[in-house]
């Protein structure tokens, strides 16, 4: 798939120093195959959060079903 839209010469820079690519294909491709993914901060103890972030999932994830 071709991608139809031109980001902004600023922000295609930005994503390229950060090296991101493939943006425009993301935003005007199927984005029910992106990745998904969670930042932890180090300041909060990993598998205390860890283990809220499961709890969460696992409540939103019964309501959603």
Known sequence: MEPTL?????????????GVD???EYLVGDRG?????VR???RYAKEETL???RRELAASSSTTS
């Open 6 to 18: 031109q980001l902004p010469k600023e922000i295609a820079e930005h994503y390229a120093r950060h």
């Open 40 to 42: 932890l901060n180090p």
């Open 22 to 24: 493939r943006v425009e």
């Open 51 to 53: 283990s809220l972030l």
């Open 33 to 37: 195959a992106a990745s998904r993914f």
